[in-house]
């Protein structure tokens, strides 16, 4: 298994402050994914990482700011909370092709915010 | 109209049973299909690819049709271990990079 590890686990914030969630991989995969998970909507992509400061948007980014300053980490920034993104943040890489292809999600991170 | 449509379920079915999810998806430009599970407060993982002609693994069998935009996980001799919820998700490439999109997901439940 790819290594993809999220930090923190689970996090309590209050309204209006900047919380940053990170993604760490060990297997020098050039693309990186936030999701969120809410119930009714299933996972929806915030941003997303070709490379080193290569960055986009999803379809849900408004709110969330993202930077990739190294192969390894993708951070995600809250840049003011708000009780909207109360969620499930998973962090995913893609790797293999062709048939082999998928995604492997790091353990997610459960965000309150209060 | 969502791009990956499911039945959210629950589908409660004994052990033993045999079961099917369907998925509907919208980009007819999609490319790649794929089946998830996620265990409750868990990360999705990946259960298996969906190619045009049909593949099984094990108990798993999914298929593509094309045709009607339409994907199917069929689960047989269901076991307990099995219940979860099942994300039918597609790459459609759409605005560039390997994006897959998510279903909302079928929950199962297996009893005994």
């Known amino acids: 298994d790819a290594g993809i590890t999220q930090s923190p686990r689970h996090k309590v914030t209050e309204t209006g402050t900047p919380v940053t969630l990170r993604c760490h991989q060990t297997?020098?995969?050039?693309?990186m994914y936030w999701y969120r998970q809410d119930p009714g909507h299933g996972l929806r992509l915030i941003h997303y990482?070709?490379?080193?400061?290569?960055?986009d948007k999803g379809e849900v980014s408004d709110g969330y700011s993202v930077s990739r300053s190294k192969t390894e980490d993708f951070l995600l920034t809250l840049e003011s909370a708000t009780s909207s993104q109360t969620s499930v943040y998973f962090c995913?890489?893609?790797?293999?092709?062709?048939?082999?292809?998928?995604?492997?999600f790091g353990s997610g991170t459960r965000l309150t915010v209060v | 109209r969502k791009e990956v449509e499911q039945d959210p379920g629950p589908f409660n079915v004994p052990e033993g049973a045999t079961v099917a999810f369907n998925c509907t998806y919208s980009?007819?430009?999609?490319?790649?299909f794929f089946w998830y599970r996620q265990d409750c407060r868990k990360e999705p993982k990946l259960l298996m690819s969906?190619?045009?002609s049909g593949n099984e693994d094990g108990r798993f069998t999914a298929q593509l049709n094309r045709a009607s935009q339409y994907i199917s996980l069929l689960i047989r001799d269901s076991k307990l271990s099995d219940s979860a919820t099942y994300l039918c998700?597609?790459?459609?490439?759409?605005?560039?990079?390997?994006?897959?999109?998510f279903g909302t997901g079928t929950q199962l439940k297996v009893e005994l």
């Open positions: 990482s070709y490379g080193v400061k290569d960055t």
């Open positions: 297997e020098n995969h050039r693309y």
């Open positions: 980009n007819s430009a999609s490319q790649s």
């Open positions: 995913a890489i893609s790797s293999g092709t062709g048939r082999s292809y998928g995604y492997t």
């Open positions: 969906v190619y045009s």
């Open positions: 998700v597609v790459n459609g490439l759409t605005g560039g990079g390997n994006k897959l999109t």
